[in-house]
């Protein structure tokens, strides 16, 4: 709470990695107690989110492609399109 700025208890999960990206640790609340969950990789590493910042967003769907060794960063959808109207 005091390193990041943030409410540990509110509803949100939190990644946290080692120097050497091959262990990750996530971290939420539920109704009673904290969760964690760990998971170390043998011989390779997790490509972390890049960027200045020290919080970064991501999807459920995000969160399960770090964990499955995908680089989120590299990885880009279709964009997405917003219409005011149909004609």
């Known amino acids: 709470e005091q390193e990041l ?29 904290f969760v964690l969950y760990y998971k170390s990789l043998a011989e390779e590493k997790f490509h972390w989110p890049g960027g200045e910042e020290e919080l970064v967003s991501l999807t459920g769907q995000q969160i399960n492609w770090l964990l499955d060794g995908y680089d989120i960063g590299a990885m880009k959808g279709h964009r997405k399109l917003q219409y005011e109207a149909t004609f």
């Open 5 to 33: 700025g943030h409410n540990p208890f509110e509803v949100a999960l939190y990644a946290f990695t080692n120097r050497r990206r091959d262990k990750i640790k996530l971290l939420y609340w539920e109704d009673n107690g």
